[in-house]
């Protein structure tokens, strides 16, 4: 039986496809105040703005491919029971062939009512007027800061099931998915690959810190795991 391998995935794995993030720009993304974008105050505020602004991130979805890291986390269910919980919005994992991806903050490639939760998939721009079947205004399927995280509970118990985690490309900053490694057994081994690693309390597992970007970190955990 295979050993189950978890991933923890953030921004700085897509970053090496060409996917900005904002954690390194005080708090702008793309020149927005993410509390102007990213936030259900901001899309009450002003619709338009944050569905152009996902209109533009979903675009530039059709010009990035994955990167070396998406593909080596993929080919590691060849040895693994891998699923990949990831932060990020994209498709980026799926796409280099991961075949369980948990999405905490949603997805680009969907969209929701405003009044439920029910989703529909969606690769064009989302418009005011757009409606969901339910007669209610379509919005990006993403939760925003200030909104709760769904899958976080299946998260955890994926979690506690590990025989290994790596955590990739994230600054350990957005709770509650930088508090998901504290719920390994203490005997899960736990890779950190991120080339600005955050300093990590106490923890009775070894944490093995790489401090590379994704894609040459990724070549590292995996030598290790296989050897």
Do not use: C
């Amino acid at each position: 039986m295979k050993k189950k391998l978890v991933v923890l995935s953030g921004a700085g794995v897509s970053a090496e496809s060409g996917i900005r993030t904002f954690r390194d720009a005080d708090g702008l993304w793309e020149g927005h105040d993410v509390m102007d974008v990213a936030t259900p105050e901001g899309f009450r505020k002003n619709p338009a703005l944050v569905l152009d602004f996902y209109n533009q991130r979903r675009r530039q979805l059709f010009e990035v491919q994955p990167n070396k890291a998406h593909i080596i986390i993929a080919e590691l269910e060849k040895d693994f029971e891998v699923t990949v919980i990831t932060q990020n919005v994209d498709d980026l994992h799926e796409r280099a062939g991961s075949t369980n991806v948990l999405h905490l903050h949603g997805e680009l490639l969907k969209a929701r009512s405003v009044n439920s939760s029910d989703f529909v998939e969606w690769k064009d721009d989302i418009n005011l007027g757009d409606m969901h079947t339910d007669g209610h205004q379509l919005r990006p399927h993403i939760v925003w800061f200030g909104e709760a995280v769904p899958a976080i509970t299946e998260a955890i118990i994926i979690v506690e099931k590990a025989d290994y985690v790596i955590v990739i490309g994230t600054s350990l900053q957005v709770y509650p998915a930088a508090g998901l490694m504290d719920y390994a057994r203490p005997d899960t081994s736990i890779f950190y690959v991120d080339p600005n690693p955050a300093s990590i309390p106490y923890m009775a597992n070894p944490v093995q810190v790489i401090a590379k970007i994704g894609s040459e970190g990724m070549e590292i955990v995996r030598e290790k795991l296989l050897t």
